[in-house]
């Protein structure tokens, strides 16, 4: 199973940088989910560049689906998303095909497939490919909602600039849900000028995403193989530039007493919540009805404008490279959106799992 | 798929912490693999608690394979390994049974499970339940030894007390492989003492885990939903105490530069290596060959001796809890054994994935 | 995924025929399950042989849940049930271990695991494995029941010997349900004869199952690859003896005309039924309401007691063998049990699919 | 795992009949596999109708590769395979949307979709999709040929018409062989006569497919629940018209004694034979290097033009049914060449899980 992802909510994903079309294959979300394009669009739009200081790969992300809506409903049936590749410069990449880029997947892929493996702009690993997904999960967000369940993330941090972390949930949801540059505290302009200083200088920069998922029912996740927090960052790690995943206090943990991170319970207005979050939400592998909450390492975009020595692995010597092409010296923002679609599909298979396939149209149904 | 893990090698776990027996079944490992006792045992007893500063809880650890093996070799049908339970005190849960252990299962698996789950000694959510994952690991890790596949970890940090970094695998493999308590530093006895300290406040604390895999070949992983980082962290997660993972610089990343932290690529001696090793060994989700480093934030144990607040769950009201019991004020060093046991699963999967099913065997017959 | 079926109900199998235990994990069934020994034991009855016609091993298929039961109800984690064996003669075995016995799978097994299988009374491959499925489909037929869902089946035929076909099921299921030896019509004692007849002769003798799963609700299985069909035919043919299955009319259905094996709807009393049930209760792979229909095409037993020729594969020379041990001369009416015990299996999983993890327990709470 | 077929080796498959457009993804094979474009048109034009005697709709079956191939060879990433529709005729199902065709699935996938299912031309449920189905098995079957696997078929019977079983491989499997119109004997005329009158009296007729699967290695399936029939069987109900499969002997060995049907082996020229082949080259669920050989009942296509009753189930009530369109009276010869196609993805997965990822390149590169 290498290109499908999830049990009962499964998506298989296809397509290559430079083709024509990529795309998703969506199934298992149960007939007479609306399919609200707008939302989509809405989604879409913060996958896109902002080319003041992100890539200038511009794509309009025609998308179309294939199959599984009628009558703008889903039928039940696999839903087939389809986004067409516009903005194609293969040229860029001919003269490079040779040569590693380093922090890229060029040596890793060339190996595993041989040489045969599409290398134009990064072909099948390339971001381009999370697109589709923005899109599935865009359905899958919006049908979540239906159970109040919401997912959101924020810029927590870009280089040596920091955005606080969430608070009251109540009021930082609403700051940051669906923005196109969601931070809690005024830190964007500070943001922008970490991202803007390094593309000047030809370099990248790194950063960390924190998302939250809210009224998640309690017991969402297995105990072991299936934990809440192993789905997750299985979905999270499919994305090239998470290199790390930290689940509540996360790696705060390591040098905290227990008594001072345990999360006590108490009945509040006759729900029982934890005084604190320090586990993120999750009780051995469980949800607890708390924010689900978690933090993404990301690397700065391996492609920069500099000069890197590196191997030319067709002919077995070292060399340099000069990367050429549209590259976003930062990731960071755009990724908000695929991590909320990625959880929104983990969340959505585990909803459908406990409680049966038809769990979003029962609701509407309702 | 709850109690499962792995597609071509995988491993169904069974057991609850008070019954008499528990176990998993191992499947796919393939025909010829000899069954080495003495390493099992050398990693069982890494897992046993060093009743110094550790649970007094104390386990002889007899286990026997019910299928699977003959003439002390694989026969290539699953491997069932059952582990005795000895040393029950399930007096120390009746009397809190109806309480939410802070930072615990209890909550969430009350309502999972509607109340019918085996609350005894944390029941299925156990630690216990590790001790016959040790034993598949140790069978699987044995057999990796054949690619010359090495997995070790040593503990990065207890509390305040540091280790140092891997730097020279060649060196430093050595230093800690299937060590009782593996550092890399002589760092030994301030940890301890970070422990005794803690237990002696009846408080428990964290720590860092750090492993590495050696000698991977290039190739091992899949772009996306199956990256070696989704594969690994999945697995990592299934322990109830990791709570943070990261590959590499992790979340050193997000204030880096990327001219500081791609990774070159560099023909040394004939072979492909980076000169640092930022990205972990993996590069788009793949192995490329340098070592697979990464970190595990792993929580303060929940179990501790002082008083806390919490909820009566089945009486629905806030009360306080006082826990008994034989815990362990830090369980940092004993899922050394236990992570690199589910990472020997997660490479054994991808081998075999990879090479098909009679890899290890094949080895063997050459 | 070899010992492993089902994808919300999963069953993993493991032991081999003369070792002192058997078994298998279920897991996934769900919490508040009450465990009804007494059926148990009736199921297991069922498949035990009888020892005037069948073969003369004699276990008392002692069994113990590991795991996942408690207070006598399933806890929600993997159920482990242990079976043991008593009534072992490996020496029937030692002097034919290097002969391929025709029809079974000693020379597969020999290649397929490089010789190092457990060849002893078949090992893996041995009917005695089936035992366990038998107990943990008896858990799952009688949570089954919650929703009035029956299944039962019949030795259609023995040699020349047949039964009738089901026709009024209300009658008919009584008729059979839980039976030594179910037949519809008086036709034991000829079917015994039948077999009687083949042991006296040293030989074997084959014959047909046909099952019935009644109040199957509508809508369960998919089109294409989980079809019904798909799923209930993947889990018969687990049993070795099993080689040809068919719903409904089945191979009749290759001489018919459509205009008379259509199966026309009607409203009758409300509900929707067919008139007839040639589909065998299964449309485009969905269940239709109407009784799902399928029969068993069941082979001899390749044990015979006439010497046979064959190969000595150890020394790669033609040979004759003479098999001694106990033998089936006739498995057809063991296998009712069984094969029912897999089909409840299938349900189960696509019963939780639709409706949820606590499909079960909801039943019960209500 | 709805629209997912294979483990090592996946199909995604997505569409419906009235949509511009519908596909698959196929996943696993590995790169440097060349793609065959004559041999897809050759297994294309198979699966098209015959006018005379067959459906009406034509179907130029445009396709085009959206990812994983690249110059002409597969890249080792996942291959999204699109096929145009173009002969799309809606008006003749909207009129008759409210009534279910018997045999049909418009009443099964009415209630499970709760009526948002896409009903034009069966929709989801069509045998409109296996055109890439065929594509994708094109592809396989062709890799599969490294290793001098064949995989044919020939009818074996329509309606009163019996064709001969397969007798001498050799010979034999060279008369059918990617045959439009694959028979051993000269019944090609009878069968077409047989079509044709079923036809002209407004009525379909069924019939019987043959199969095997030649010069597999020894070692394919698994004991239990993936035995070879096992994944055969679920593969080949994946297909509405089926309704029976059996292996060998099949349905045969009911009335048959073990001493007339036991396999037995003997070496033949050095190679390991069986000098029957009753069990279909498989013993205990695992190639034993013989042919393997199995039917299918395929029913009569349940679209005739008489007049059926029925239930109008949008109105709860029963009425008459008048199918107009275009319809085939017999589908048996169309089926061939799509059951070789899920049997190749059957037996390519089998291989790729036995001897790994790359092993359809590996035999490229020898």
Redesign the interface.
Do not use: W
């Given at each position: 199973?290498?290109?499908?992802?999830g049990?009962?909510l499964?998506?298989?994903?296809?397509?290559?940088s430079h083709?024509?079309?990529?795309?998703v294959?969506l199934?298992?979300l149960g007939?007479?989910i609306k399919i609200d394009e707008d939302y989509i669009s809405l989604c879409l739009s913060r996958r896109k560049p902002n080319s003041m200081i992100e890539t200038s790969r511009k794509e309009s992300d025609h998308y179309r689906f294939?199959?599984?809506v009628?009558?703008s409903?889903?039928?039940?049936?696999?839903?087939?998303i389809?986004v067409e590749n516009e903005n194609i410069k293969s040229d860029d990449y001919d003269d490079i095909s040779h040569l590693?880029r380093?922090?890229?997947?060029d040596?890793?892929?060339f190996?595993?497939?041989?040489g045969?493996?599409?290398y134009r702009g990064g072909?099948?690993?390339s971001g381009r490919?999370t697109t589709p997904i923005v899109i599935a999960g865009a359905i899958v967000k919006k049908a979540l909602e239906k159970f109040n369940i919401k997912i959101v993330s924020h810029i927590k941090?870009i280089?040596?600039v920091n955005d606080r972390d969430f608070e009251d949930f109540n009021k930082d949801i609403n700051l940051v849900k669906d923005q196109f540059f969601p931070v809690l505290d005024q830190v964007q302009n500070q943001m922008e000028e970490e991202i803007i200083k390094?593309r000047s200088e030809?370099?990248?920069?790194?950063?960390?995403i924190q998302l939250a998922i809210i009224n998640l029912p309690?017991?969402l996740g297995?105990?072991?193989?299936?934990?809440l927090?192993?789905?997750i960052?299985?979905?999270m790690?499919?994305l090239?530039g998470?290199?790390?995943?930290?689940?509540?206090?996360?790696?705060?943990?390591?040098?905290?007493?227990?008594?001072k991170?345990?999360?006590?319970?108490?009945?509040s207005e006759g729900k029982?919540i934890?005084?604190t979050n320090?586990?993120?939400g999750i009780?051995?592998?469980?949800?607890?009805g708390m924010p689900v909450v978690f933090s993404l390492?990301?690397?700065?975009?391996?492609?920069?404008l500099?000069t890197?020595?590196?191997?030319d692995?067709k002919n077995?010597?070292?060399d340099v490279i000069n990367i050429k092409g549209r590259h976003d010296p930062c990731i960071v923002r755009r990724i908000c959106v695929v991590s909320e679609a990625l959880t929104a599909l983990v969340i959505g298979d585990l909803l459908i799992?406990?409680?049966?396939?038809?769990?979003f149209?029962k609701e509407n149904?309702d």
């Open positions: 199973m290498r290109n499908i992802i049990n009962n499964t998506l298989t994903l296809f397509g290559e083709n024509p079309e990529i795309g294959v199934d298992g007939a007479g294939f199959s599984g009628f009558n409903c889903t039928t039940g049936s696999s839903i087939g389809i590693a380093p922090g890229h997947a040596y890793t892929s190996i595993k497939y041989h045969y493996n599409d072909g099948h690993f490919l941090q280089g040596n390094a030809f370099d990248s920069i790194g950063g960390k309690v017991g297995e105990p072991y193989f299936s934990s927090e192993s789905e960052s299985k979905a790690f499919s090239g998470v290199k790390g995943i930290e689940f509540g206090l996360g790696f705060g943990f390591c040098s905290s007493r227990g008594s991170v345990n999360d006590s319970f108490i009945y029982v934890t005084k320090n586990n993120g009780n051995g592998g469980i949800s607890n390492a990301i690397k700065p975009t391996p492609s920069i500099k890197q020595k590196t191997i692995f077995g010597i070292n799992t406990k409680y049966g396939n038809d769990v149209i149904l």
